[in-house]
């Protein structure tokens, strides 16, 4: 739909064709780009397991060439929803007539809420030194504005304490950063970002980062995770019916945001999390990253870093890394997340390794076999060739030194790619891995701004 408002503000008219089931979707999108009136041609079957693709492309034509012989849409700006003004009162009464109305509007995600009252949505306003109308981003697929104040609001909602609401604001422009991604979030895979945590403010603001970190349990990790979602539901617009923009397959539930380690860290002599996206130790830092899926935690034993690594390569590198690798090959983007327990991590390091041998001997065990990764894409509909883009320098040359479909290649691009965070039970030997999908949630860093009068 996108390329279709290119075309037609070239004076070109277009047919978008699109699959069963997203043709509501594809209108809602090219109305909120300003062209509700887009041909759209809809494709009659689901198209890697028709059995009559030659039929189905057949009933194509008519709807082609009508939506080709007619005048170029007409387009009207940029489509945004109207925003309400701040502090309207859009509901008054009891708690359970504010959540019925709430839920009536699509402001739910099923859970109660907390009702964001003027008086609570100043509180947390309170804590930031910026202009509570001011427009922090603009989040697709609705091309609507985050300001200071729905941030606030969606804050509320999600039971945040007001303390948190720096931490808010800079979660909302890591996910308005082009590079993120955010318009590819309602995807057929059910992708659900992770908000990661690096810095003094972890354990300022009272966030758990070891036993049970990334279950749901405490204040900050749960309510944080559930803002993000809350967020991309009001403001960006991803809803489940009765909504359009969210076409997951099954989907998941929102990541509690995870905390990294911090004194753990500081112990091992390694750097944190925040330093490895090109900030200062003692900077607070937040990136969220979006998420295809997770492990099982995998146990890993030993007395040298191979033989503690050995088994992670196994349970987390070959089990998703390597089998969900072909997005990221595709789109030339692939994150791969690692959780290391302190159990785990302290050994490796006494062993004078550093971040980058681990994330070096990742890299170099992570392997799949190239017609794995070909049948993969093909069974998800896209054309995927390791000799055709090593040739167009889409990858290194490494990926085509020969034709045959046995061979195997690294799962991930770069070593430098890995991302690792230590965090979780410092009595177990325990790690967990997180895949990041290639066309979605590329990780996004940024520094958390000081609170008022701070």
């Known amino acids: 739909m996108r390329a279709s408002v290119v075309a037609e503000r070239a004076g070109i008219r277009s047919v978008s064709i699109v699959g069963q089931g997203f043709a509501e979707l594809g209108r809602a999108v090219g109305a909120v ?11 009659p079957d689901v198209l890697m397991t028709d059995t009559q693709l030659a039929a189905s492309v057949e009933s194509l034509a008519d709807d082609i060439i009508a939506g080709l012989q007619r005048s170029p849409a007409s387009l009207n ?38 009702p964001p009252t003027v008086e609570r949505v100043q509180a947390f306003l309170r804590h930031i030194d910026r202009d509570p109308a ?68 972890g354990e300022r603001l009272g966030f758990n980062s070891g036993q049970g970190v990334t279950r749901i349990g405490r204040r900050a990790n749960t309510s944080v995770g559930r803002f993000l979602r809350l967020v991309m539901r009001n403001v960006a617009g991803f809803r489940i019916p009765p909504g359009t923009h969210d076409l997951a397959t099954f989907g998941a539930n929102f990541n509690v945001a995870l905390a990294e380690d911090d004194v753990a860290v500081r112990a091992l002599g390694w750097p944190n999390f925040a330093m490895d996206r090109g900030f200062d130790q003692t900077e607070d830092v937040v990136t969220v990253l979006g998420s295809l899926a997770t492990t ?41 997340l690692l959780v290391l ?3 785990i991590a302290a050994p490796i390091r006494a062993s004078g ?12 065990h992570t392997r799949i076999r190239v017609e794995t990764v070909e049948r993969s894409a093909r069974a998800d509909g896209a054309a995927f060739s390791f000799s055709r883009w090593v040739d167009e320098g889409r990858l290194p040359r490494e990926y085509a030194t020969s034709n045959d479909p046995d061979r195997e290649v690294p799962a991930i691009l770069s070593p430098d790619d890995i991302l690792i965070v230590v965090a979780g039970n410092p009595n177990r030997n325990h790690a967990m891995g997180y ?17 008022r009068g701070s």
């Open 353 to 364: 390794w550093t971040k980058d041998d681990v994330r070096q001997y990742l890299w170099e």
């Open 435 to 451: 895949l990041q999908h290639g066309g979605y949630g590329s990780p996004v860093s940024k520094r958390i701004g000081p609170a």
């Open 77 to 114: 700006g940029s489509g945004a929803p109207p925003d309400l003004p701040d502090r309207a009162v859009v509901a008054s009464g009891t708690l359970d007539e504010i959540e019925e109305a709430f839920e009536q509007f699509g402001w739910s995600d099923g859970l109660p809420i907390v």
């Open 134 to 201: 001011e427009a922090i981003g603009v989040l697709l697929p609705e091309n609507a504005e985050a300001t200071v104040w729905n941030v606030a609001v969606n804050g509320v909602m999600a039971g945040c304490r007001p303390e948190y609401m720096p931490l808010l604001v800079a979660i909302v422009e890591a996910i308005a950063d082009p590079v993120f991604q955010l318009e590819n979030a309602g995807s057929t895979s059910g992708l659900e970002p992770l908000v990661i945590v690096s810095g003094p403010i």
């Open 341 to 343: 327990s302190p159990a």
């Open 296 to 336: 099982h935690t995998a146990p890993a034993a030993g007395s040298t870093p191979e033989e503690l690594l050995r088994t992670l390569v196994e349970e987390i590198g070959q089990t998703l890394w390597a089998k969900g690798s072909w997005t990221g090959l595709y789109w030339g983007i692939l994150h791969p």
């Open 33 to 43: 780009l300003g062209a509700p009136h887009l041909a759209i041609a809809v494709y």
